[in-house]
């Protein structure tokens, strides 16, 4: 009776707010925006590893031959620009949700989000003068003159050439901005520009030609006026924060917003919490890797890329900042053979049930738990709201994610690389384009931790449905 209260307390007061929540227009287009994004990261997470053979010979005879600054280039402007991919996707969705031509808005949005940083870089001489280890290093990476030396010579030049030499180079795109730093910023503008794009349409502010215009063209000049109008707006805004504040929107959003966020998703408590919320919203028949992808893709991602960055210059350790939680965290561990980590029950099915019901079931899911997809037991079991196995589908995924934080944050295995790897990617596979053989042996042992902890519960829903049966078989239905 308790446990139908409960259930009707969280299907009731509970999920209906929180599934309002997830399908607003503006989660909706971060949602399906952030889709197309996901050729490029995995595309890209292809380059990152051919530009960083983990065989020392094999990444040597690459780099001697050019073929690794190749793969960088290729992995740069694939995943490297992920905010791009973002801020063009998620207005391009929203304007399409709402029935208007959506091409016009995502090239809005990235424009406005190039309008809205500095385009330009910090003079690498600027970067080195002073600091310890710095300086101009050779093409073999050994430095010619450290960062003193710099500062002495440069300061026996005439003034103006110490500024021409020490200035900001300017005119350039800060590729910094187009990866993971600039995706909160990217997420903001993609629905910001969505809205008022459809808001304005939806007014009518549009230029209307004659039907003897081409539609092609008269699509353009509709698009003209939001278009106009949001990019004006995008370029007072840049005008009084670097006039009054002397910075950019862009910075302004890592510094207040996304470095935080960020901090928080990386932390032991925000990936217990994540663990937790995923087969909670399943127990109860709601998309919890939807609801939750949703809402941490936006900081989970640029944790990846953040790793993946210092992975491509072979920096990949906590003590240079890497994250502990990424979204491969999400995808390959708290969701690993799918919600609930469940393959410990598979191998209960295969092995040890008694029970038709656990043994057909056990045949169907054997093949899509390879792969990290799990309807048929959260269905066909079910496990949504089936009391005998939620504690094992609620503890499994969030003792996994307490282990993988700490076997890595104790240095037992390396932080994830950053390589994209499918969210179907088998286990085992997964673990080594991650994180390496270390990883692939780590996730080995989360197949091992599943299957001691759903057995024990799976026996007793076993013996629960071997009863049932042998009644029904003893009344001859």
Do not use: C
């Amino acid at each position: 009776m308790a446990e139908n209260k409960f259930g009707n307390f969280i299907n009731k007061k509970m999920l209906p707010p929180i599934m309002k929540f997830v399908n607003t227009k503006p989660i909706t287009a971060l949602k399906d925006g952030m889709v197309y994004a996901l050729p490029f990261i995995i595309i890209g997470s292809i380059f990152l590893i051919l530009s960083n053979v983990p065989i020392t010979s094999v990444s040597d005879a690459l780099k001697a031959s050019g073929w690794s600054a190749f793969f960088t280039q290729a992995y740069t402007t694939s995943f490297g620009f992920i905010s791009i991919w973002a801020a063009v996707g998620i207005a391009y969705v929203y304007v399409r949700n709402e029935g208007y031509e959506a091409l016009p808005a995502g090239l809005t949005s990235l424009s406005s989000f190039l309008l809205l940083q500095f385009l330009q870089v910090n003079n690498p001489l600027t970067s080195a003068m002073g600091k310890s280890g710095a300086g101009i290093t050779d093409a073999a990476g050994k430095v010619i003159y450290t960062g003193s030396q710099l500062s002495s010579h440069i300061d026996k030049l005439p003034h103006a050439i110490q500024t021409y030499l020490t200035s900001p180079v300017t005119g350039v795109i800060n590729t910094t901005w187009l990866g993971g730093q600039g995706m909160i910023a990217a997420i903001i503008i993609g629905i910001l520009v969505g809205w008022s794009y459809s808001a304005m349409m939806r007014a009518g502010w549009k230029i209307t030609l004659p039907e003897q215009v081409p539609a092609n063209v008269a699509n353009q000049f509709t698009a003209m006026i939001p278009a106009g109008i949001i990019l004006i707006t995008s370029m007072l805004l840049y005008a009084f924060f670097k006039g009054v504040m002397n910075t950019d929107i862009l910075q302004l959003i890592y510094k207040m917003l996304q470095a935080p966020l960020q901090g928080l998703s990386d932390s032991l408590g925000g990936a217990l919490i994540i663990a937790f919320l995923v087969p909670f919203f399943w127990f109860f028949g709601v998309h919890g890797g939807l609801i939750m992808g949703a809402i941490t893709s936006g900081l989970l991602i640029p944790n990846t890329f953040d790793n993946a960055n210092l992975y491509q210059h072979n920096e990949l350790s906590l003590a240079n900042g890497a994250h502990i939680v990424t979204n491969e965290f999400y995808n390959n561990f708290i969701n690993l053979t799918g919600s609930g980590i469940t393959i410990g029950l598979v191998v209960f099915t295969l092995y040890a049930a008694k029970s038709v019901q656990l043994k057909s079931i056990g045949k169907i899911e054997f093949i899509p738990a390879l792969f990290n997809i799990n309807e048929p037991f959260l269905f066909g079991l079910p496990l949504v709201m089936n009391p005998f196995l939620a504690i094992p589908f609620f503890l499994t995924p969030v003792i996994v994610a307490l282990t993988t934080y700490l076997v890595i944050y104790f240095g037992i295995v390396p932080p994830l690389n950053g390589v994209a790897a499918p969210w179907t990617t088998p286990p085992i596979i997964s673990g080594f384009l991650i994180g390496g053989w270390k990883m692939a042996v780590w996730q080995a042992v989360v197949l091992v931790m599943s299957t001691g902890i759903y057995f024990p519960f799976a026996k007793k829903y076993d013996n629960y449905l071997l009863a049932q049966e042998q009644e029904k078989a003893a009344k001859g239905e």
